[in-house]
């Protein structure tokens, strides 16, 4: 069925029930299956193995990624193979788009893993058990769900706003169903060739996968009397600094600090190659840098003027300088400065997305409200929003108090804040598929901070509860926008976004504890490890240095990090203001060059690099239709998500092996 619309007349002039009656009666197709005990079980296990990717992929760079037109691909992919073979039936369209439904709301639920929860166990030290983590995520998701809902029926059904992302999947969805099946196949063979590579370049790079291989299953260290295992060297110039140490070659040195103590290495992680490529040039170019303004010029000086320098632990250890602490100390302030003043003076430049958010909920058509609702017995009941939002804000804030803390005036003081802050992330994801928790979620950080500076936890967990309520009210109603355009039933989709909800929940809460808790010789849990050099988690550092900075103030900073904090303020402010006035954007990105600074250098060079090969590829291949176009430019999504999900899949079974059998 080919996608039809309204005209922009008719969604100027048409009240709402009209616009209902016109969608069921011309769209609406109630009659084909869509959530089925198949597409849930599809959506509930694909979401989970797609979680544990983005909580790698979140881990290293601090990006959470869209996982929509992935497992649209895969699934489809997948059950039209099996049709083919005779061993099932080919997915429905709308079957498609629910189980697209739940795969992204789990892929989204590892975004308080990687910021305000890990923040809170950096600053605490205290780890907060998995159950607990699993319950606050899932009522704070569910929240948001249920503040969707009321938007969804003025946001879509009356304004008809468009969702970009949403919209892409809709009509992915309409050409694999409607005539493009080859295109789908083809960009499926892409995904599962480069997916399978990476995953072999990934196991020859793997420590533990390669100790278990050839030291528990083939023996190799009793045949040939081995005491380490064969495998390459991710970071190439390993090699140069293995013979450097054997034949006292030089050491390369910046004003006499280690290229290795700044983090400068040359590798490549496939990961990043295919996170640079969904990054685009201009993204990457400016992670890139700041990570060298930041490794090759900052740190340098200031080790030199002992700005920075090796510690003394509170158990009177010795803390060598390594480029974590060298960020710890120094380079993490004016990072976070970029990022949080870029954020917000980007966030100020964009007013028509308040002034549309409140305009539209006001509302205009009384008619249309007293009018009967056609799609009652298909919408989900506002009932239940007005209920269960209110129940379920008391129960989060209830929670939030028993385990974080908080007081819970302070979690009640917050509330109104979030629900603000919530539509307007949500009229942004509908303008633009922006979806602006951090920055949000940094006005919660401060408003509450400025009450109680004494407790990290009331700002973390409080701008954590606003990331989490946004983010998942944002990408319903994104997801919900592609079920409008083809017809599916609102109220199933909704369903299916709590499955994801609870299967992310459960894919990505045990994971983090094996890849950034993980026990040690005495079985005992350190918070020391959630940050590392495999793992620098940027956003957690982030939200961990707004949390410190409200706490201790400018004050307790060296006088040269305090001047690099301004300076960095008022260049993103710069950024920020002339791509306003303007109305394009900068050649750079101030929030990307702040995360340069956090990430390590050789993963910014990496993504780097991959940006620059589908741009380069992209100037080769201009033409539609042709061969390398076909390949380069319709399939880079397909080649990045291939590169990401091998090489993330094989790593997270690297960690695990480590953790379970070394």
């Known amino acids: 069925m080919a996608l039809v619309h309204l005209t ?53 760079t601090g990006v959470t990624l869209g996982v929509n037109l992935t497992s649209v691909i895969l699934a489809f992919a997948m059950f039209r193979l099996l049709a083919q073979v005779g061993l099932g039936k080919d997915f429905t369209i709308l079957e498609n788009n629910a189980m697209q439904s739940i795969a992204t709301a789990a892929g989204y639920m590892t975004t308080p893993l990687i910021s305000s929860l890990a923040a809170y166990m950096l600053i605490t030290g205290t780890i907060v058990p998995w159950w607990q983590m699993i319950i606050w995520m899932v009522v704070m998701s569910l ?131 295919g ?78 997305i308040f002034t549309s958010a409140f305009r539209n909920l006001r509302g205009k058509k009384k008619s249309a409200e007293s009018a009967p609702d056609v799609l009652a017995h298909i919408e989900l009941p506002l009932w239940i929003s007005y209920v269960g939002v209110p129940v379920l804000c008391l129960l989060g804030t209830w929670l939030t108090h028993l385990f974080f803390g908080v007081p819970i005036y302070l979690s009640l003081l917050s509330l109104p804040l979030i629900l603000i802050l919530t539509v307007i992330c949500v ?3 509908a303008l633009t598929s922006w979806t602006p928790t951090s920055s949000l979620s940094k006005i919660t950080q401060f408003t509450i901070g400025a009450i109680d500076r004494s407790n990290p936890a009331s700002n973390l967990i409080t701008g954590g509860m606003t990331a989490e309520i946004a983010v998942n009210a944002s990408n319903l109603l994104s997801d919900i926008k592609p079920g409008y355009m083809l017809g599916a039933k ?77 300076i960095a303020a008022a260049f993103a402010a710069f950024i920020e203001i002339i791509t306003i006035v303007r109305k394009k954007p900068f050649p750079l990105s101030s929030v990307s060059i702040g995360l340069g600074v956090i990430l390590p250098p ?44 091998g090489a993330a899949l094989v790593g997270i079974a690297n960690a695990l092996v480590n953790v379970l059998f070394f």
């Open 602 to 645: 050789d993963a910014c060079f990496a993504m780097w690099i991959g940006a620059m090969i589908f741009w380069w590829q992209g100037r080769r291949h201009p033409t539609p239709e042709t061969k390398g176009h076909r390949l380069w430019v319709s399939g880079a999504e397909p080649i990045c998500a291939g590169l990401i999900s």
């Open 143 to 273: 929240v948001g769900v249920l503040v969707a809902f009321p938007m969804k029926r003025r946001f879509i059904n009356e304004d008809q706003l468009p969702f970009p992302e949403g919209r892409a999947c809709g009509v992915l969805l309409d050409a694999l169903y409607t005539g493009a099946a080859g295109a789908g196949m083809y960009k499926a063979r892409l995904l599962g060739i480069t997916a399978g590579l990476t995953a072999f370049y990934q196991f020859l790079i793997s420590d533990a996968l390669q100790r278990l291989v050839q030291f528990k299953l083939l023996r190799l260290d009793k045949v040939w009397g081995w005491t380490e295992p064969w495998h390459f060297h991710e970071r190439i110039d390993d090699y140069y600094y293995l013979l450097a140490a054997k034949y006292q070659l030089w050491v390369p040195r910046i004003l006499g600090t280690d290229l290795r103590t700044l983090g400068l290495r040359v590798g490549l992680d496939a990961a990043m190659l």
């Open 490 to 566: 609102p109220r199933q989709q909704a369903i299916g976004h709590c499955i994801g909800i609870v299967s992310g929940a459960l894919a990505a809460t045990p994971l983090y504890f094996l890849l950034f808790l993980p026990p040690g010789d005495d079985g005992s849990r350190s918070t020391a490890s959630i940050v590392s050099d495999q793992f620098p988690m940027p956003n957690a550092l982030q939200w961990k240095g707004v949390a410190e900075l409200i706490a201790r103030g400018l004050s307790s900073l060296q006088p040269s990090a305090i001047v690099s904090v301004i």
């Open 8 to 60: 922009p007349e008719e969604t100027r002039s048409w009240t709402r029930q009209e616009k209902d009656r016109w969608w069921f009666e011309n769209v609406y197709r109630g009659d084909l299956p869509q959530l089925t005990i198949r597409s849930g079980v599809t959506g509930f296990l694909l979401g989970g193995v797609l979680s544990a990717t983005n909580l790698y992929v979140g881990g290293k």
């Open 427 to 429: 009229n942004s994801m």
């Open 275 to 352: 996170v640079g490529g969904l990054m685009g040039v201009r993204v990457a170019t400016s992670v890139l840098l700041g990570t060298a303004v930041n490794s090759i010029v900052l740190a340098p000086i200031m080790i030199a003027r002992g700005d920075i320098a090796p510690r003394v632990a509170a158990s009177g250890s010795v803390v060598a300088l390594s480029r974590a602490e060298i960020v710890n100390q120094w380079s993490l302030w004016w990072g976070v400065s970029m990022m949080v003043v870029g954020s917000l003076v980007a966030l100020a430049g964009k007013p028509e």
